[in-house]
């Protein structure tokens, strides 16, 4: 405000004024209106933050909601077979819901993980089927009516939910169980793979070889 009023001191000088016509007590007026203002720096700010938000809402227009696909947690993975659902998501139904049972309370918290405005079911689905197919972020938060940034805090709050229990989750052989499982690797196939214990999302491909 004070360089508004700089500037119309600049311009509604005597000279000025004189070139239109207008009258020293007008130009006095006008100014002691502009000090009163000024010396309401509160009403000052709000005066200024009102114009401010309305030159944006001017600029940027109505917002609209991008149109994404709705519905598809509630009426499309319900019906599922086991199969579909361990295709998109790389899990049975009932690992999923164990899951869900054991990271609600994790991802509910809002001074552990920061306050949830997403349901933990639409958090799950989304964050697993990211992880488990080449989808990208856009088609996945379409596809689960999420916007990116929003989708992105589903991400970040899932695996780090995961990591605070993969210690409870994930546990290396030991003993006769350690000795069994790598009995099974060395059977695999005509080649032999020692020293394996486990695998992690992979499969065996059966290839014949020419003689």
């Excluded at 991008?66 to 086991?82: D, F, H, K, Q, S």
């Excluded at 997403?118 to 972020?137: G, M, N």
């Excluded at 409870?168 to 499982?181: E, F």
């Amino acid at each position: 405000m004070g360089k508004l009023k700089t500037r119309l001191r600049v311009a509604l000088n005597p000279i000025t004024f004189r070139t239109y016509q207008v009258s020293h007590r007008l130009l006095e007026i006008f100014m002691n209106v502009m000090e009163e203002i000024e010396s309401g720096e509160s009403e000052d700010e709000d005066f200024e933050n009102f114009f401010l938000i309305e030159n944006i809402r001017r600029i940027r227009g109505n917002q609209q909601k991008p149109a994404r696909i709705r519905g598809y947690i509630e009426n499309v993975i319900p019906r599922y077979t086991t199969k579909q659902f361990r295709h998109h998501f790389r899990m049975m139904p009932e690992v999923f819901e164990m899951l869900e049972n054991h990271l609600g309370p994790l991802l509910s918290d809002s001074e552990a993980l920061g306050r949830p405005v997403i349901p933990v079911r639409t958090q799950l689905l989304s964050t697993v089927w990211l992880l488990s197919t080449p989808d990208s972020f856009r088609s996945v938060s379409e596809k689960f009516d999420l916007g990116k940034s929003s989708l992105n805090d589903c991400v970040r709050r899932v695996v780090q939910a995961l990591n605070s229990i993969a210690n409870q989750v994930i546990r290396w052989p030991t003993g006769q169980k350690l000795t069994a499982s790598k009995e099974k690797f060395m059977l695999l196939g005509e080649n032999p793979m020692p020293g394996v214990v486990g695998a992690i999302d992979g499969c065996y491909i059966y290839k014949e070889t020419k003689h």
